[in-house]
C-alpha cells in the first residue's frame, strides 16, 4: 500500500499549486481521501476531503481557494490550491480511508512541502 504526493514547492502569497497523490495497494474508489497539513509548532488538521461519493468537505480557511478532486481511474486525489496566502505554509499529506466494510484501510502518504512566501 503506497500514497505518492507531489506537487509542492516555494510560491509567492498570491500564487497556485497542484498537489497529486498517487495510490497503490488499495481499493481506491470505494475510500474517502483527503488532505491534511501540518504548520510548524501547530497540530496538524483537515484541509479538505472527498468521499467515495464525491461529497467534499473544506476547512473554512481555503474555502473558495482551495479545491479537492479524486479521478478513481487513475487513483489519483488532487488539491487545486489558488490565492495562496502564508498562512498556507506547512507540510501537506493525503490519506485514504474505508471504515465502512471490507477491506478497511487506514493510510496515509508522506508530506509534501509548501511554502508560501510573503
Known amino acids: 500500500v503506497q500514497l505518492q504526493a507531489s506537487g509542492g514547492g516555494l510560491v509567492q502569497a498570491g500564487g497556485s499549486l497542484r498537489l497529486s497523490c498517487a495510490t497503490s495497494?488499495?481499493?481506491?474508489?470505494?475510500?474517502?481521501v483527503g488532505w491534511y497539513r501540518q504548520a510548524p509548532g501547530k497540530q496538524r488538521e483537515l484541509v479538505a476531503q472527498v468521499t467515495s461519493g464525491g461529497n467534499t468537505n473544506y476547512a473554512v480557511s481555503v474555502k473558495g481557494r482551495f479545491t479537492i478532486s479524486r479521478d478513481n481511474a487513475k487513483k489519483t486525489v488532487f488539491l487545486q490550491m489558488n490565492s495562496l496566502k502564508p498562512e498556507d505554509t506547512g507540510v501537506y499529506s493525503c490519506?485514504?480511508?474505508?471504515?465502512?466494510?471490507?477491506?478497511?484501510?487506514?493510510?496515509w502518504g508522506q508530506g509534501t512541502q509548501v511554502t508560501v512566501s510573503s
Open positions: 495497494g488499495v481499493i481506491f474508489s470505494i475510500g474517502d
Open positions: 490519506h485514504a480511508g474505508h471504515a465502512g466494510g471490507w477491506p478497511r484501510y487506514d493510510v
